[in-house]
């Protein structure tokens, strides 16, 4: 298993612009989530889902849109990119909710907006 | 709400030394508590958990607590290794909520 990957490594955006963050399990894990990683920060939800179909706001959902149309891919759209969205972006899944699931983590996106 | 709050790092060990990163929580009811190590360049990964008061998290000579009288999670290890050089995050997941909630992270250093 390639576990949860995630596209591209790296990205420069100008303000404004928009772009997908791609995100990938090959787990067949219900619940995926996305993150962001500030410098000398903890993680902050953006959105989840807990299946195809189904999404939710995290903590910091404002500038940010996903969709989960199979169970395997859970893109993350920026619209309109401005600098304080720049930031390390991580994804995650675990099979099903609940507090003794393990979540595993793709190796993060690191998006820069000038 | 829920919150952790982890030792402020960074935290520069030398090999074999003792290492404690220290871990404090604010939440309603019986969290799971979770310590996830983030290797450089790297996502996160799991490097142990613990789901009730008492129980004992173990894993590559790492272990931490669950104290709920003192509401802690202190992560300790005996031995440092350079390898075990990376940013160590103190995490809980509250029932109900569906999320995680990280500390800040520490990020230690472990020279020869």
């Known amino acids: 298993n390639a576990g949860v990957t995630q596209t591209p490594k790296f990205r420069i955006l100008k303000i404004g612009q928009s772009m997908t963050l791609q995100c990938t399990q090959d787990?067949?894990?219900?619940?995926m989530y996305w993150y962001r990683q500030d410098p000398g920060m903890g993680l902050k939800l953006i959105y989840y889902?807990?299946?195809?179909?189904?999404?939710d706001k995290g903590e910091v959902p404002n500038g940010y849109n996903v969709s989960r149309s199979t169970t395997e891919d859970f893109p993350l759209r920026l619209e309109l990119a401005a600098p304080s969205q720049t930031s390390v972006y991580f994804c995650?899944?675990?099979?099903?909710?609940?507090?003794?699931?393990?979540?595993?983590f793709g190796p993060g996106t690191r998006l820069l907006v000038l | 709400g829920n919150s952790v709050t982890q030792m402020e790092g960074p935290v520069t060990l030398s090999e074999e030394a003792f290492l404690t990163i220290n871990c404090t929580y604010t939440?309603?009811?019986?969290?799971?508590l979770f310590w996830y190590v983030q290797y450089p360049g790297e996502g996160l990964q799991l490097l142990l958990k613990?789901?009730?008061?008492?129980d004992k998290g173990s894993n590559k000579g790492f272990e931490a607590t669950y104290r709920k009288e003192t509401t802690s999670f202190h992560l300790e290890k005996g031995s440092v290794q350079v390898s075990d050089s990376a940013v160590y995050f103190c995490?809980?997941?509250?029932?109900?909520?569906?999320?995680?909630?990280f500390g800040k992270g520490t990020k230690l250093t472990v020279n020869p």
């Open positions: 995650a899944s675990t099979p099903y909710g609940g507090s003794q699931e393990t979540q595993y």
């Open positions: 787990m067949n894990h219900n619940y």
């Open positions: 889902s807990v299946g195809a179909g189904i999404t």
């Open positions: 939440a309603t009811g019986y969290p799971s």
């Open positions: 613990a789901t009730k008061a008492d």
């Open positions: 995490a809980l997941f509250q029932g109900g909520s569906e999320k995680l909630v």
